[in-house]
């Protein structure tokens, strides 16, 4: 792909998933490439690099610098190629390096006074000036165990174990841990191209064999490629840098609104489909949902919404044919359509024998990888019972939590924890099972209408819907009476297997709809892959993705 073509395919590589960050990647790689600015011949980096090697040979007499002698003298032999006026040299003869140290933690005299800053990876914020952290480190502490200065402000910090190249400018004198390296150009112009363009030398630049397992050693990062330019070219470079930057920040600011305005549509619209108070108005809103349907659905997340408005619809008996309706709703469905005749809307009280939650006191009867399961609210999760770090208890035979034992087809809702209001059904269990506290029991006086209540709790236009206007603060829980308050359309059982066979129908025609979004994305993707590896000349491996479920399979 040529200039010509990228600029014609502009808007599907920005658009594509991750576009802007390969944007940001392609003109970190020009940059650095001697291609995103104009070379002159009387321009050239040999005097420059030799400046640089005077000043350093000077620091190495004076003592103020460590010479590394493990600097390789091998010439680069990559596939990328740079303007004849550049030269490559390694890291380590334009930089000195120097790592941080974490005192002990077991002395707190060093920890957390707030006399000095002490950053970690966690605190370095990539591209921007730092000057706050999350820890500090005592007086004490500098003299016994730096035994220096501060890092000055203004210093250039890079991570170089486990999250390698986050670079940033501290805005206070401050201290650092061994994960972080201060980076000392011997020329001031190299400072801000290397903040800016660094990470234009990546792994494809033949610097692959510099990193294992995730970290660089100050011997191994003194031997990473550099292009080195002339020294009134940088300027110029950052210039460009800067403004391309600023662009790709507008470009996903752009982005960003324009998802947040589709989203907003999108649940404005599916809310007044799932509103609709008659047929007539049914159809309509249904209709502006067809019209508009590429605006709203793009994405693959985008349809799980979709598909509850769909199931919200069915499971209140709308989507049967032939069916006729109640000539007024109940003051219960919310102003919802009419039921079909012979169909109730009943509360979660009125269809249960029962709703209970686990009692307190279980600590004493944990035991370990054999007994009956125990369930916590943890154990809910993706709207269905799934142990994957199972407990298990042993009771007495007169114990207050005998009266806990599931089975096959309760409902089971969390009520407390960040995970409160996802529901599951019990399926059949190898062995006996109680619930926790923080784990409301449902046992329903009709074990057929367990699949159709499950569906409608975890219904976003349904049972969860209801239950949201309970759900909030910082310690979000629900009461028993809150669960059983859940107003729970009933229909007749012929129609309930009928809408069950129907949803699944539905179900599979949104998880296929699902996964041709899914490949739309990446191909999208791979476009700008190969576009990106077109005009740098390197290739660039793509991420090999797993994706989770995204919808509850309706069995």
């Not at 990228?6 to 650095?32: Q, S």
Request: glycine share 6%.
């Amino acid at each position: 792909m040529d200039a010509q073509q990228f600029l014609a395919e502009f808007g599907h590589i920005a658009n594509a998933p991750g576009g802007v960050a390969r944007l940001r990647e392609l003109v970190l790689h020009l940059a650095v490439s001697g291609r995103l600015t104009n070379q002159f011949e009387e321009e050239d980096s040999s005097g420059f690099f030799a400046e640089i090697a005077l000043k350093r040979e000077r620091l190495g007499v004076d003592g103020e610098i460590r010479i590394n002698r493990k600097i390789r003298i091998e010439k680069f032999l990559g596939d990328w190629q740079i303007p004849n006026n550049w030269q490559w040299c390694r890291f380590g003869e334009l930089c000195s390096f120097s790592a941080g140290r974490t005192p002990s933690r077991k002395e707190n005299k060093y920890w957390n006074t707030g006399e000095y800053p002490w950053l970690s990876i966690a605190d370095l914020q990539h591209g921007k000036v730092v000057s706050t952290s999350s820890e500090s480190i005592s007086e004490i502490a500098r003299t016994e165990v730096f035994k220096s200065s501060p890092v000055p402000a203004g210093s250039l910090l890079m991570s170089f174990k486990l999250t390698i190249g986050k670079l940033c400018l501290l805005g206070v004198d401050a201290y650092h841990n061994e994960a972080i390296i201060k980076i000392e150009p011997f020329s001031d112009v190299l400072k801000d191209y290397f903040f800016k363009c660094l990470n234009g030398f990546d792994l494809s630049a033949g610097n692959k064999a510099a990193i294992k397992g995730n970290t660089l050693n100050q011997d191994s990062i003194s031997n990473i490629f550099i292009a080195l330019p002339p020294k009134d070219e940088i300027p110029r470079i950052v210039a460009k840098v800067d403004e391309l930057m600023a662009l790709c920040d507008t470009l996903e600011a752009q982005q960003q609104a324009r998802r947040k305005l589709q989203n907003n549509l999108r649940q404005s619209t599916l809310q007044a489909v799932a509103s609709a108070t008659s047929p007539h108005e049914l159809q309509t809103t249904w209709t502006r949902l067809a019209d508009n349907f590429g605006r709203l659905f793009h994405a693959p997340e985008d349809i799980r919404m979709l598909r509850d408005v769909i199931f919200d619809l069915g499971l209140r008996g709308v989507l049967l044919p032939n069916v006729a309706h109640e000539d007024s709703a109940s003051p219960m469905a919310d102003g919802a359509t009419p039921l079909p005749n012979g169909w109730h809307w009943k509360t979660l009280t009125e269809v249960s024998e029962y709703i209970t939650s686990g009692s307190r006191g279980w600590k004493s009867y944990y035991i370990s990888n054999i007994g009956d399961s125990f369930i916590r609210s943890q154990d809910i999760k993706h709207d269905a019972l799934i142990f994957e770090n199972p407990a298990f208890v042993s009771l007495p035979a007169k114990a207050e939590g005998k009266r806990t034992l599931v089975r096959q087809g309760d409902l089971l809702l969390t009520i407390t924890g960040g995970n409160v209001g996802k529901c599951a059904t019990v399926p059949a269990l190898n062995q006996d099972a109680y619930v926790s506290q923080h784990v409301a029991l449902i046992r329903l006086r009709e074990p057929w209408l367990a699949e159709f209540i499950h569906i409608w709790m975890i219904n976003a236009f349904g049972g969860r819907h209801f239950l949201a206007r309970y759900i909030y603060g910082d310690k979000p829980g629900l009461n028993l009476a809150q669960v059983g308050s859940v107003p729970i359309p009933v229909p007749t059982q012929s129609a309930c297997v009928a809408i069950l066979e129907r949803l699944r129908t539905y179900q599979s025609m949104c998880e296929k709809l699902e996964r041709h979004l899914r490949a739309k994305q990446e191909v999208a993707a791979a476009l700008v892959l190969a576009a990106v590896s077109s005009l740098t000349g390197i290739a660039i491996e793509q991420e090999k993705v797993t994706h989770p479920s995204e919808t509850e399979a309706v069995t």
